[in-house]
């Protein structure tokens, strides 16, 4: 079966035009006219679409909304829950009282089973805690293994 495209006129195999559930079936245009209307779109486009991208990262608002939608999403806390858990331990790590970094967050330790959040700690203690699969008797026998050095 063969099909004309309306873009470049062409009459060509029906396989050549992409499938949809209108009409006949088929786009009016082909699969190759299609991408190339694709791509003069996209580089029509693209430089403003780019500067639209890099103004909306800009607003200090969209990263504060974004942090707390991390937050409900992951923890179920509020970055006002997340900012008083912070000044309640001096913005430093519940574990080794690491002050926060520079252009860093304390990450939210939480348990794995029950999903309770237990306090904010450095990147370096929650690796450690989430490497031991949060088991006590693990870390225990970790300590015990640390201090017969």
């Not at 006129?9 to 190759?32: L, P, Y």
């Not at 209307?37 to 580089?43: A, E, F, G, L, T």
């Not at 970055?79 to 331990?89: F, K, R």
């Amino acid at each position: 079966m063969k099909k004309t495209c309306r873009r470049c006129n062409k009459e060509q195999h029906i396989d050549n035009f992409h499938k949809i559930k209108a009409g006949d079936g088929r786009k009016n245009i082909c699969s190759t006219c299609a991408n190339q209307k694709s791509i003069d779109r996209y580089y029509a486009n693209h430089e403003e679409m780019k500067q639209r991208a890099a103004e909306k990262r800009k607003r200090p608002d969209v990263k504060e909304w974004h942090r707390n939608y991390k937050l409900r999403k992951l923890f179920g806390i509020t970055i006002e829950q997340y900012n008083v858990m912070g000044e309640s331990q001096h913005w430093m790590c519940a574990i080794c009282s690491a002050p926060q970094p520079e252009n860093e967050h304390l990450h939210v330790d939480h348990s794995h089973n029950s999903g309770k959040v237990r306090g904010l700690l450095c990147r370096a203690c929650n690796t450690a805690i989430g490497l031991m699969n949060d088991e006590p008797e693990r870390l225990r026998k970790a300590i015990s293994y640390l201090e017969n050095d």
